[in-house]
């Protein structure tokens, strides 16, 4: 079946440090892959995503680039700030003919940035 | 911008009662999707829909049921609420996958919390 594994948390490091959360996954077919946060009380929302193999997705300073090689999607950011403190959860989402656009999820990593 | 509304922020049932959680997404979404998130499993998804009074079941819809009369809306139905339903509920919506790949991003609501005493 398919299926996302994270880099198990939590994960806690200093503002300015360097951020990666590993992500790699199993699937048939050729997959969507996603990064999504979620902020404190909040509900999930989009961070990046790619569709293809070598796509980069980046956003708000996050990459992440599409591995089909190594079935990877790590998400990486070069200076974290304490906002940037939430739970990152990769997902991915099967050929669109098929699936209806239903996301497999990771298990989630919470991240906690100190000042 | 989209938006995901949810009935409830914070619920607290107990054991036996029905609980109905309700879910409103503004957008016309063909695709809405019912997720349960507990720590250190991610989001687990219970039923979802692709249209009006159209349903299927997710990866584990055990002890739930769904009902989707109105496009705009989306309601999880607890039968007879149990100690292990205790737990975060999130909606989403989104239009259906298309051809560029472009249009799949799921857009979520902020959540309900369970408790089931």
């Known amino acids: 079946g398919n299926s996302v594994t994270q880099m198990e948390g939590p994960v806690t490091l200093s503002e300015e440090a360097f951020l990666t959360i590993n992500c790699t996954y199993t699937a048939t077919g050729y997959p969507s892959l996603f990064w999504y946060v979620q902020y404190p009380g909040e509900g999930l929302q989009l961070l990046l995503k790619?569709?293809?193999?070598?796509d980069k997705g980046s956003n708000k300073g996050f990459e992440a680039t599409y591995r089909k090689e190594t079935t990877s999607f790590h998400l990486e950011k070069g200076s974290v700030q304490v906002s940037d403190s939430a739970v990152y959860f990769c997902a991915l989402n099967l050929d669109w003919g098929t699936s209806y656009g239903k996301l497999t999820f990771g298990q989630g990593t919470i991240l906690t940035v100190h000042p | 911008d989209v938006k995901v509304t949810q009935s409830s922020r914070y619920l607290v049932k107990r054991t036996g009662e029905k609980v109905f959680l309700e879910c409103v997404q503004d957008m016309d979404h063909e695709n809405m999707f019912w997720y349960r998130q507990d720590p250190g499993l991610g989001l687990r998804l219970i039923y979802f829909s692709y249209d009006v009074k159209m349903k299927e079941k997710g990866d584990i819809p055990e002890g739930y049921s769904v009902s989707r009369e109105k496009k705009e809306r989306f309601s999880l139905i607890l039968e007879s609420a149990s100690t292990n339903q205790t737990s975060m509920y999130l909606c989403?919506?989104?239009?259906?996958?298309?051809?560029?790949?472009?249009?799949?991003?799921?857009?979520f609501g902020p959540g309900t919390r369970l408790t089931v005493l």
């Open positions: 790619a569709t293809k193999a070598d």
């Open positions: 989403a919506s989104s239009l259906p996958p298309r051809a560029e790949k472009l249009t799949d991003t799921q857009y």
